[in-house]
């Protein structure tokens, strides 16, 4: 872990000088003569160090008075892997201003889904990034701004309202201070050399820490994709997003530097958050590094991490969605939970068009799910109750598993519902929730791999074993079911 990396002049500097591009988004670096602020890779000639000031967030860089490096594009940083490695009061809030939550509700909003008061939040984000929530969300939608500039049609006005501004006043001068060019002239620059893409559709890159591997990450999720929901098209991992504004679908495509993002969207105020929710379903903020320096000093996932470093969580874009894939898929076959999701969605689902593939829902909401009847449901009786307790409680808002939820809580809540045991719990704590040190022990795939590899094959002593890899026992999952010949492992060949 890098904790506190910013807080350590001389690591920042050494980080700086090498143009460590491992520590992109945990620290960005001001430069008091130019006044601008960089991600640590930047190709520039490093500033003298006298001269450099290290702050924890792009949004605390700004409030200082520094504008981004237009070479390195700091804001368009892989995000701290922080947010989605910890489970406290900041981390929850991070996840919650990046999916959106203080442009919708505000500053109460945020707290009140935290479950602290409004000076709790304004205090410990203050204190460990230098910025309260506001100013994180100000940067959020400076970066909102610029991608809807660079990669839309939008006029001006329309940019700064789908990008959360107030007013085209405050969109303006925001754009101009934190980039140093008016709106109109970071398009001109976009516009040099730019592909052309579908009317409606933004293009982008999500960036991501080297080493990825891919196969196993989008190979989960085309394996087990829910048809009219996801597809594997053209190369493309496509599915359909339930967002605060409407809807949108997203086409994903692996490449070596980064992930192709296409997104189209019926409210371009979503941006953002789209964009939020497919970083986090591909576990792009991970920290690669420090997850295989740690799982590989275990002599039996070290020759699996050498064959493919990198390996990513795959986790979901909603994670009550997940809930119920979860529990659809006990004890049955990935085919078999495709084909009961699949019909979920025909009677449940809300029907969308998808002109460029076959895309032809959203997943139901849990209240939509709410009205179904179990008699319906072709599998056991006991599972109908599971699956319909899940709903009822998820519908009434009492177990939280979203952006924000807290993991532990989370987990005995779930725990408490008829049907849902230890597999069950920990898949959703590992996809939905987004934990990393989720540990599915019971999981056959695991059980497999285990005894194949010589580690203990039942859950106790597995578990027992498995503590070395704490706090990364979700990326061991990974490791360790890649090695069995199974579909979620392969990217499909054209």
């Known amino acids: 872990m890098l904790e506190g990396v910013y807080e350590c002049r001389e690591r920042c500097v050494r980080a700086v000088q090498s143009k460590d591009a491992r520590f992109d988004g945990w620290f960005f670096t001001a430069v008091l003569t130019t006044k601008i602020y960089c991600r640590p890779s930047c190709p520039v000639v490093p500033p003298k160090v006298e001269n450099m000031r290290f702050y924890p967030s792009a949004a605390a860089a ?48 945020l707290a009140t889904r935290l479950g602290y008061s409004v000076r709790q939040v304004q205090r410990q984000l203050l204190a460990e990034l230098g910025a309260g ?48 060019l008016a709106p109109t002239e970071l398009r001109r620059r976009a516009r040099r050399g730019a592909a052309s893409v579908a009317p409606g559709t933004i293009s982008l890159r999500l960036p991501f820490r080297a080493p990825l591997t891919p196969d196993n990450l989008f190979g989960h999720l085309i394996a087990t994709g829910v048809p009219g929901v996801e597809e594997w098209r053209d190369g493309h991992y496509r599915r359909t997003l339930r967002l605060p504004h409407g809807h949108g679908v997203v086409a994903l495509k692996p490449m070596p530097d980064h992930i192709a993002c296409q997104l189209s969207l019926t409210d371009q105020r979503d941006l953002a958050i789209a964009i939020s929710r497919c970083r986090r379903m591909l576990d792009l903020d991970a920290d690669p590094v420090a997850v295989d320096d740690l799982l590989g000093a275990d002599p039996v996932l070290a020759p699996l991490i050498a064959k493919a470093p990198g390996r990513r969580v795959p ?77 009822g409680t998820l519908a009434n808002g009492d177990i939280d598993l979203g952006a924000g939820a807290d993991w532990d809580r ?60 704490r706090p990364w026992r979700a990326y061991a999952v990974q490791y360790l079911w890649a090695t069995g010949d199974h579909a979620i492992n392969k990217i499909p060949v054209e």
């Open 62 to 109: 700004q409030q200082a008075g520094f504008r981004a490096c237009k070479r390195c594009r700091p804001d368009a940083s892989p995000g701290s892997p922080e947010w989605n490695d910890r489970a406290d009061l900041v981390a929850r809030a991070m996840r919650l201003i990046a999916d959106g939550v203080v442009d919708r509700d505000g500053v109460p909003g």
């Open 133 to 180: 929530p506001l100013a994180l969300a100000r940067a959020q939608r400076a970066q909102t701004a610029r991608l809807l500039i660079e990669t839309s049609e939008l006029q001006m006005a329309d940019v700064a309202f789908a990008a959360g501004f107030s007013s085209v006043r405050t969109f303006n001068e925001t754009v101009q201070e934190v980039f140093a």
């Open 315 to 391: 986790h979901t874009v909603d994670g009550e969605e997940f809930a119920v894939r979860a529990v659809l898929g006990q004890q049955v076959s990935t085919a078999a939970a495709r084909t009961h999701a699949h019909r979920l969605v025909l009677q449940h689902g809300e029907p969308i068009e998808d002109p460029s593939g076959g895309l032809t829902h959203l997943f139901p909401t849990m209240q939509a799910l709410a009205g179904l009847d179990a008699e319906t449901l072709a599998f056991p009786k006991t599972r109908r109750t599971t699956l319909t307790t899940l709903i």
């Open 410 to 469: 989370a987990r005995e809540q779930l725990a408490a519902l008829p049907g849902i045991g230890p597999w069950t719990v920990e898949s959703i704590a590992m996809r939905a929730l987004g934990d990393p040190d989720a540990f599915v022990a019971s999981d056959l795939g695991i059980r497999y791999a285990a005894r194949d590899l010589g580690l203990p094959e039942a859950p106790k002593p597995l578990t027992d074993h498995a503590r070395a890899w």
